[in-house]
């Protein structure tokens, strides 16, 4: 079992930056691959960006390529997200999830834990 708790999320004006940290808990966190997915109101979750167990893969939607990047510290048992260049369209509710098969995925249905989701609005 893990926990995941992010945090980092918040209100921002197009154009601008923010980072979310996921925070694990449990069991050993550098055995699992971390994501980043986003739920807009009305839309379905979506695949935003993942890391392997070591962070030595990453893979990004497409979308938020060249603006988005993902990295762990398994040190302090974290993923973070480093937001730039935010538009309206990023607007969600972001979540982390793990994955215990260790090499991250694109694949909502391959993760076994969530977190409870942080909030980032992007004003135009």
């Known amino acids: 079992q893990v926990q995941l708790v992010e945090s980092g999320g918040g209100l921002v004006q197009a154009g601008g930056s923010l980072r979310l940290s996921c925070a694990a808990s449990?069991?050993?966190?550098?055995?699992?691959?971390m994501g980043w997915f986003r739920q807009a109101p009305g839309k379905e979750r979506e695949f935003v960006a993942a890391?392997?167990?070591?962070?030595?893969?990453?893979y990004y939607v497409d979308r938020v390529k060249g603006r988005f990047t993902i990295s762990r510290d398994n040190a302090k048992n974290t993923v973070y997200l480093q937001m730039n260049s935010l538009k309206p369209e990023d607007a969600a509710v972001y979540y982390c999830?793990?994955?215990?098969?260790?090499?991250?995925?694109?694949?909502?249905?391959?993760?076994?834990?969530w977190g409870q989701g942080t909030q980032v609005t992007v004003s135009s």
């Open positions: 999830a793990a994955d215990d098969g260790g090499l991250g995925s694109t694949r909502r249905y391959e993760y076994d834990y």
């Open positions: 449990g069991r050993t966190f550098s055995s699992y691959g």
């Open positions: 890391i392997s167990r070591s962070g030595g893969t990453t």
